[in-house]
């Protein structure tokens, strides 16, 4: 166990082989704010941080890296050597990203590259105009063979917190912050180094009818929902991206109190106070749609 603290998800960099579609998406449908292009590397802000999506030019859609940032409480070095005792290598890169002058890249037991560190610029270019422009990137899935060390990894070294699960060996969510997760890792046997879905913050219910409505104009029909989640309670729906990446809007997500080992109290919780467990299903209304989310 390490004293390295995570405490939110910044950014997610994505090769893809439809850079300038996936822009055009993240740009007109998304909302998101161009902060720079540099040799075809395409970096969008939500609004706050000098990016919080990368697009880099590919040959094959994969993700390249994810970006958190820790507590400060440590320098990069110090945090490099206390992964160093527990066993876990990495590198120290200045400049390697622009927005981020220093960074400490390691890799998570699936091979995921993560970047963490302390400091990134906030050249604050504010929400988009038009489009969807969520709150914020909130969470992402993945999928991970190795998914137990996979666990262990996120909490021993980035001081993660066990939150949930779906099924005994499905889906398996985790924070380090007071959302209810901020990754979820989703148990695969044929998969590995694999993003399940990417999910953005919307403002309220009301701006789940106006993104939905945007998504059919943009052409990206919705695949799955509206429904309120069992693990999380947040209402989501999902579509695909141009490069047929999930996507989740979602509001309404639970707020973990860690002191307490608890989550705020809702109307709508089943289960009074609500601690972390293990859920059944993924919906809280009984509403089942088409697309089965356990294997998009």
């Known amino acids: 166990m390490t004293n390295v603290k995570a405490f939110r998800l910044v950014y997610v960099n994505f090769a893809s082989p439809n850079a300038e579609k996936l822009k055009d998406y993240y740009i007109r449908t998304m909302g998101y704010v161009l902060t720079k292009e540099e040799s075809g590397v395409i970096y969008l802000s939500n609004g706050f941080d000098h990016h919080n999506i990368v697009i880099t030019p590919a040959l094959e859609k994969k993700v390249l890296s994810y970006g958190y940032q820790l507590d400060g409480k440590l320098s990069h070095q110090e945090v490099q050597a206390q992964l160093k005792d527990i066993g876990i290598s990495s590198v120290l890169k200045t400049d390697a990203i622009p927005g981020?002058?220093?960074?400490?890249?390691?890799?998570?037991?699936?091979?995921?590259?993560?970047?963490?560190?302390?400091?990134?610029?906030?050249?604050?270019p504010g929400f988009g105009q038009s489009g969807i422009v969520p709150q914020k990137l909130?969470?992402?899935?993945?999928?991970?063979?190795?998914?137990?060390?996979?666990?262990?990894?996120?909490?021993?070294?980035?001081?993660?917190?066990?939150?949930?699960?779906?099924?005994?060996?499905?889906?398996?969510?985790?924070?380090?912050?007071?959302?209810?997760?901020?990754?979820?890792?989703?148990?695969?046997?044929?998969?590995?180094?694999?993003?399940?879905?990417?999910?953005?913050?919307?403002?309220?219910?009301?701006?789940?009818?106006?993104?939905?409505?945007?998504?059919?104009?943009?052409?990206?029909?919705?695949?799955?929902?509206?429904?309120?989640?069992t693990s999380g309670h947040n209402i989501a729906t999902y579509h695909y991206d141009p490069d047929g990446n999930v996507v989740e809007l979602f509001t309404d997500m639970d707020v973990y109190v860690p002191e307490l080992g608890i989550y705020e109290p809702r109307p709508w919780h089943e289960f009074l106070p609500l601690k972390p467990r293990v859920w059944d299903g993924l919906s809280a209304w009984g509403t089942e749609f088409e697309v089965d989310l356990a294997n998009v």
């Open 100 to 124: 981020v002058s220093e960074l400490v890249e390691l890799h998570d037991p699936d091979g995921n590259t993560v970047h963490i560190f302390n400091e990134i610029e906030h050249p604050a």
């Open 138 to 229: 909130g969470h992402l899935a993945f999928y991970a063979k190795d998914f137990k060390n996979v666990i262990k990894f996120y909490e021993e070294a980035l001081g993660f917190m066990f939150s949930d699960q779906i099924g005994e060996d499905f889906a398996n969510f985790l924070t380090c912050n007071t959302d209810h997760h901020v990754i979820n890792i989703v148990a695969s046997e044929t998969k590995s180094q694999t993003l399940h879905h990417i999910a953005f913050q919307l403002k309220d219910a009301s701006h789940h009818t106006i993104s939905s409505d945007l998504l059919a104009k943009h052409g990206h029909p919705v695949i799955w929902g509206p429904s309120r989640h």
